[in-house]
């Protein structure tokens, strides 16, 4: 039952009593205080309280100690919460004595006394209110699962408000809520099965974030549920939404077995249990995905250090070739890759880069990578290699994916080499003047002869391109992410920087090594874009042709 309460639970001495005594005698008529419950109340020589009996109270008022023996006398009620905790007996205005003065001075104490006892019993209230928080959210941060939380809120809802029952309802989907913890009751908001229609007219309120309460469930027109709720003996409810930042998450609600109306320091109660949990609901919904999330990047974690290992940890040693790489993925996973391999004392060399990132587009690049090797090691004829890789890959992707690819073999003892370009960026190659003279931008060639991306057309066909290299010459292969890397003015590193660099580096020495030439590149790009965040996966591959006898620095 809700608190009743009276005047003698805010007077703890006798000032107030000691104040109506002297305000009777300044107005010449008689004041008396008395509680909820009509008792006289008076205070004793040395200001204390003393609570008289009914029976006391009548034989003073007869007897003629509390006022005139015979004169009429009017109440004027100690209001607080819109309940009646007490009154002011005065005379009655009409019947002289000083009664006028004595109505007016009764009703400004009694609005005086209402007013302070009003603010009293909302500061009881929050302490009480912050008390049961507290608990509740120590009990809450205890908890594991949701439905551990649900049962720990509803629990302490029915027991700080006092209730016979509870029940908590979670969204389901856009049109459903579900039960997922109840105390006192069983489903008392649905079907058996728990499930809750939005449309319900007693959570509809509560679901959309504020609260509601039925006194009287018999007689209320809202009320749908009557021969389910007078199953479970079940009279009066009350629910409230459960928010968490602006979103609706469910409903709490509450049910007695005998009617009751709650004070609006209950329905706060109520309310900020609802937030209580509704915060603790989300919290846990927020764990679990962090959970789930780390599941996650530790399986990332893993497929990236298969993929890794997919790529060469070094190059094959090849006399007369140095070769260096640099690989950069933008997530923990990339769709870039390369592969350096020896092909019966030949240099193969291939540089790809599958559409889209992340785990998709490391799947992709796995797919491709392996079916390029698995068709390199048995034919030498690029424009076949790619052409059956390109069928392989039509034949397992969906038309959206794709990939290009640069693919080339450079022999060491004629220097000549041969590629095929699916439609991949155009490796660059520097080569030095005859004269010795250093090289410039007009001394720099494209590798682009191939055909369009693998994994669109099955039936593709392929070209090959030839070039020859000279002792001193610097091949760069690279994929887009080079070329498309952003600064802080949306300006792309683009090709004529790449091309700026590649040449930078091949003329600031006469030895200079791949390793070097491919540092330098990458970072001339880094040092453009700066701190702005990468945006896709970055793969260089430098290839350098050394002068007769001199020594490899490949990686």
């Not at 919460?81 to 009703?107: F, K, L, N």
């Not at 209950?266 to 999330?293: F, K, N, P, T």
């Not at 497929?303 to 790529?311: G, I, N, P, S, T």
């Not at 491709?368 to 698995?374: E, F, H, M």
Request: glycine residues 10%; proline residues 3%.
């Amino acid at each position: 039952m809700s608190e009743r309460l009276s005047i003698t639970d805010f007077i703890t001495d006798g000032s107030f009593l000691k104040l109506c005594e002297l305000l009777g005698e300044l107005t010449g008529a008689p004041l008396s205080v008395h509680d909820v419950d009509g008792v006289l109340l008076e205070a004793d020589a040395q200001g204390r309280r003393d609570d008289w009996g009914q029976a006391g109270a009548l034989a003073r008022v007869l007897t003629g100690q509390a006022g005139a023996e015979c004169e009429t006398r009017v109440s004027t009620p100690l209001i607080v919460d819109d309940v009646a905790i007490g009154h002011i007996q005065h005379p009655s205005s009409g019947d002289g004595s000083g009664g006028d003065r004595a109505e007016s001075a009764a009703r400004l104490l009694a609005l005086t006394v209402s007013e302070a006892c009003q603010r009293e019993i909302e500061q009881r209230r929050r302490v009480e209110e912050l008390q049961a928080l507290y608990r509740l959210s120590s009990l809450l941060v205890g908890v594991g699962s949701i439905e551990s939380v649900l049962e720990a809120g509803v629990n302490s809802a029915v027991q700080l408000l006092g209730v016979d029952a509870g029940v908590v309802a979670l969204r389901g989907d856009e049109t459903e809520l579900h039960i997922r913890a109840c105390m006192g009751c069983g489903d008392v908001l649905g079907s058996a099965t728990g499930a809750v229609q939005l449309g319900h007219p007693i959570l509809t309120r509560a679901f959309a974030g504020g609260t509601i309460s039925l006194d009287d469930l018999d007689a209320d027109e809202r009320s749908t549920v009557t021969a389910d709720l007078k199953a479970q003996g079940l009279a009066s409810m009350a629910a409230a939404g459960l928010m968490f930042r602006g979103e609706a998450l469910g409903a709490l609600a509450i049910y007695t077995r005998e009617e009751r109306t709650l004070t609006r320091g209950e329905m706060g109660l109520l309310e900020s249990i609802a937030q209580q949990l509704a915060a603790a609901v989300a919290s846990r919904r927020l764990l679990d995905v962090e959970r789930e999330s780390q599941r996650v990047a530790a399986q990332l974690k893993l497929a990236a250090d298969v993929q890794r290992r997919m790529l060469p940890d070094k190059a094959p040693s090849i006399p007369g070739i140095d070769v260096a790489a640099r690989y950069t993925p933008c997530f923990s996973l990339g769709g870039d890759f390369y592969d350096l391999f020896e092909l019966g004392g030949h240099l193969g060399v291939a540089v790809g880069d599958v559409v889209g990132k992340g785990i998709p587009a490391a799947m992709l690049m796995a797919h491709v990578r392996a079916s390029l090797r698995a068709h390199a090691n048995d034919l030498y004829d690029l424009d076949e290699v790619i052409s059956l890789t390109n069928k392989a890959v039509c034949r397992d992707t969906m038309i959206n994916e794709f990939a290009t690819l640069f693919y080339g073999v450079i022999d060491p003892r004629t220097l000549r080499m041969t590629y095929c370009n699916a439609g991949h960026e155009p490796p660059l190659v520097v080569t030095r003047p005859v004269d010795g003279s250093p090289p410039t931008l007009a001394n720099i060639s494209e590798l682009s002869t191939g055909g369009m991306v693998v994994g669109v057309d099955p039936g593709q066909r392929y070209q090959c391109g030839v070039f020859d290299l000279q002792p001193g010459d610097v091949v760069l292969a690279y994929t887009d992410g080079l070329a498309d890397a952003m600064n802080f003015d949306n300006e792309r590193f683009g090709k004529p920087r790449i091309r700026r660099a590649l040449l930078d580096a091949v003329v600031m020495e006469q030895d200079v090594s791949a390793k070097h030439i491919a540092h330098h590149v990458h970072w001339e790009m880094r040092r453009f874009a700066g701190l702005n965040i990468r945006t896709d996966d970055t793969t260089i591959v430098a290839m350098k042709v050394e002068a007769p006898g001199a020594r490899s620095s490949s990686q």
